[in-house]
């Protein structure tokens, strides 16, 4: 059974930093894109970043370019998340997924961890 399970969340003030981390019991975890994403309340789940596994290749949606780095550790099995630079409306559930096939729909999620970024 295909386990991501996302750690580092937490409370931080606004200007502050934290890194998630997502681990992955995938046995071809080098070969899937994987990618964060978060979910406010009363709003719908939203991209964050992305990381391709043919080059490494980044994506990011606007509000975070600069702020936030995607990277991930085949050795390890693990997708990070740096977040810096944390503003009130980042405070959200933030989510990983693995996605097989470029342009499909992600094939597995974790559970979430939550993200608060005080004022």
């Known amino acids: 059974q295909v386990q991501l399970v996302e750690s580092g969340g937490g409370l931080v003030q606004a200007g502050g930093s934290l890194r998630l981390s997502c681990a992955a019991s995938?046995?071809?975890?080098?070969?899937?894109?994987m990618g964060w994403f978060r979910q406010a309340p009363g709003k719908e789940r939203e991209f964050v970043a992305a990381?391709?596994?043919?080059?490494?290749?980044?994506y990011y949606t606007d509000s975070v370019k600069g702020r936030f780095t995607i990277s991930r550790d085949n050795a390890k099995n693990t997708v990070y998340l740096q977040m810096n630079s944390l503003k009130p409306e980042d405070t959200a559930v933030y989510y990983c997924?693995?996605?097989?096939?470029?342009?499909?729909?992600?094939?597995?999620w974790g559970q979430g961890t939550q993200v608060t970024v005080s004022s």
């Open positions: 997924g693995a996605q097989r096939t470029l342009g499909r729909p992600y094939d597995y």
């Open positions: 995938l046995r071809t975890f080098s070969m899937y894109n």
């Open positions: 990381i391709r596994w043919s080059d490494d290749s980044t």
